[in-house]
């Protein structure tokens, strides 16, 4: 039963501290999503990757985030330092792409929900 | 910034009606995707519609997608306790390569 991992499900850390969110894609999949929910502002995507290239991080704080791929088997997302604002669910997602027409079903993992005091 | 944006924003229906929700988008795409969020829960895809397609069903679902207006509807017939969730579209946007979602609608069904 092929799914996404992430980890840890829940952090609760104190602001000023660093948090590292880790994913675990579908095996074969060869494009990775990362995204943030609030209720304010929905679902926001942060960064992607194919290959394990970053191709669009735009949607991610330069100066405190930042995502990386050491590997196909895992995706990071890091926040240093961390401040309350940050507090939110952050999924990750993983998908393939076929030659066009372009197909990217996202596959989701079950999100880490993180609470910044 | 959000490609799609749902409407309504909450829809609350008796078991056994049907629910209809709506999205518009901005910009040319290569396909409109909707997916369900069960509360706490991550998002799982549910229905994709190329840009050179006007309908889709599966199962309950049927999805119609008009790109000259911009604009696609889920409809879920003969709706039961368990659609109770939040349902998003997510856009593929033309060159982009990624998938950007809406706010959501969230539908609660009444037994």
């Known amino acids: 039963d092929a799914r996404v991992t992430q980890t840890p499900r829940h952090k609760v850390t104190e602001m000023g501290q660093e948090v590292t969110m880790r994913c675990q894609p579908i095996l074969g999949h060869n494009t990775v999503f990362w995204y943030r929910q609030t209720m304010m502002q929905g679902l926001e995507l942060l960064a992607y990757?194919?290959?394990?290239?970053?191709?669009?991080d735009s949607g991610m704080p330069k100066d405190r985030f930042s995502a990386e791929m050491p590997d196909a088997t895992l995706a990071t997302l890091k926040i240093q330092p961390s401040e309350p604002r940050d507090s939110a669910v952050y999924f990750c997602a993983s998908g393939t792409t076929l030659t066009g027409p372009r197909r990217t079903e996202a596959f989701f993992g079950q999100g880490t929900r993180l609470t910044v005091v | 910034s959000q490609q799609g944006e749902e409407d309504p924003q909450a829809l609350s229906i008796q078991e056994g009606e049907n629910a209809t929700m709506n999205c518009s988008y901005k910009t040319s795409i290569n396909n409109l995707q909707w997916y369900r969020q069960n509360s706490g829960r991550g998002l799982v895809h549910l229905i994709l519609?190329?840009?050179?397609?006007r309908e889709k069903h599966s199962g309950r679902l049927r999805v119609t997608l008009d790109t000259s207006k911009k604009s696609s509807s889920l409809l879920i017939t003969a709706s039961r306790a368990a659609d109770t969730a939040s349902y998003f579209c997510?856009?593929?946007?033309?060159?982009?390569?990624?998938?950007?979602f809406g706010q959501g609608t969230r539908l609660t069904i009444n037994p």
């Open positions: 519609i190329r840009s050179n397609e």
């Open positions: 997510a856009t593929d946007a033309y060159g982009a390569q990624k998938l950007v």
């Open positions: 990757f194919r290959n394990r290239a970053p191709l669009d």
